[in-house]
């Protein structure tokens, strides 16, 4: 039995192209990158040599 196409959208309307993007398919768990990190850890660096006083706050 031969398989059926797939329907296509009407002729007026058009598709999202990003829709079916290869790129799109690898989306997982989001989470800070190694920069935003390293950054982060500068930021707290700097805060903790500026303001000893004020590290444990």
Known sequence: MAK???PQAPLG????????HPLLK???AH????KA???N???KM???WDYP???AA
């Open 4 to 6: 059926k196409p797939a």
């Open 13 to 20: 309307r058009l598709r999202n192209p990003l829709h079916d």
């Open 26 to 28: 690898k989306g997982a």
């Open 31 to 34: 989470g800070k990158t190694a």
């Open 37 to 39: 990190r390293r950054r």
């Open 41 to 43: 850890d500068k930021v």
């Open 46 to 48: 700097g805060r903790e």
């Open 53 to 55: 006083s004020r590290a």
